[in-house]
């Protein structure tokens, strides 16, 4: 592999780390949740607990997807996932409908979890650029951490524009196209 390709695929990982971070609904999540949503801080909590148990549960399963059908593809189906979850999530102000949300969320971070940091060793690691990995790898938190920072900041401005269920669902469109760039990067061998 050229640098010149490897570079390409290393912008292309941090762009779709980026996009995949832009969840907009950070910033306004218990107005979402207690306003919008019309449930207590307690069931908005327990959301959050029944996120993390299915993120357990769907861990295995989804690292099967990764080595079934590619890394590149388990990129772009967790990426799917949050789409279809942020759609879910803010269509109807129910409880059971964010029950389900929650899951869809977790199945998106279950597919790429793991996935991301072995599709970029691989890559390195087909262009002998494995000694790379680290610094590669900091820079792409560096650079999902930065998608955190503007999803808040963002968020809080379409909320107070568009409402507090504008941000879940604007969420959708980062998420697809970090499904979009997944789907461009290269399986690595």
Not at 76 to 105: D, K, N
Not at 119 to 136: C, H, N, P, V
């Amino acid at each position: 592999m050229k640098t010149k390709d490897l570079r390409v695929i290393i912008w292309q990982y941090y762009a779709h780390n980026f996009f995949r971070q832009l969840a907009f609904f950070t910033a306004v999540l218990i107005p979402f949740f207690t306003q919008w949503g019309g449930i207590t801080v307690f069931q908005a909590q327990a959301l959050q607990s029944w996120f993390m148990l299915w993120a357990f549960v769907l861990e295995v399963p989804t690292g099967a997807i990764a080595d079934v059908i590619g890394r590149k593809y388990s990129l772009a189906v967790g990426a799917a996932f949050a789409v279809i979850g942020a759609l879910v999530y803010g269509s109807i102000p129910r409880f059971e409908v964010f029950l389900l949300g929650e899951v869809l969320f977790a199945a998106g971070v279950a597919c790429t979890s793991g996935a991301d940091e072995a599709f970029l060793y691989d890559t390195l690691k087909s262009a002998g650029k494995e000694r790379m990995a680290k610094t590669i790898m900091t820079r792409a938190h560096a650079i999902m951490l930065s998608g955190i920072m503007v999803a808040a900041l963002t968020g809080s401005v379409i909320a107070s524009q568009f409402g507090l269920n504008a941000p879940i669902l604007l969420s959708a469109i980062p998420f697809a196209i970090a499904a979009f760039i997944a789907l461009l990067l290269p399986e690595p061998p």
